[in-house]
């Protein structure tokens, strides 16, 4: 069982940059298809972002495209999210997760999140 805490939310107003993070402990995850899904109030929680269990290959929701970076290190157990030119649609609550695929759902616990809230 593999347990996930992601951090770095935040308030910041539009245009800013933030950079989240997912650490995992228990069973490793370097073998895995890892994701960033977020959740905005009153809607489904939707897939943001993935990332081959290498880091060779990333995969991205339209939405964010140019403005958001996924990555991954693997020595330490760690997924990222860099997300610059942040909008106010971006607001939500951010998780992490294995993946079956690329693109897919996910195939994991979910953790607690982590709030991203972007002014006008």
């Known amino acids: 069982q593999v347990q996930l805490v992601e951090s770095g939310g935040g308030l910041v107003q539009a245009g800013g940059s933030l950079r989240l993070s997912c650490a995992a402990s228990?069973?490793?995850?370097?073998?895995?298809?890892m994701g960033w899904f977020r959740k905005a109030p009153g809607k489904e929680r939707e897939f943001v972002a993935s990332?081959?269990?290498?880091?060779?290959?990333?995969y991205y929701v339209d939405s964010v495209k140019g403005r958001f970076t996924i990555s991954r290190d693997n020595a330490k157990n760690t997924v990222y999210l860099q997300m610059n030119s942040l909008k106010p649609e971006d607001t939500a609550v951010y998780y992490c997760?294995?993946?079956?695929?690329?693109?897919?759902?996910?195939?994991?616990?979910w953790g607690q999140g982590t709030q991203v809230t972007v002014s006008s």
């Open positions: 997760n294995r993946q079956y695929n690329m693109g897919g759902r996910a195939s994991g616990s």
């Open positions: 990332i081959s269990w290498n880091g060779g290959t990333t």
């Open positions: 228990g069973r490793t995850f370097s073998g895995y298809v």
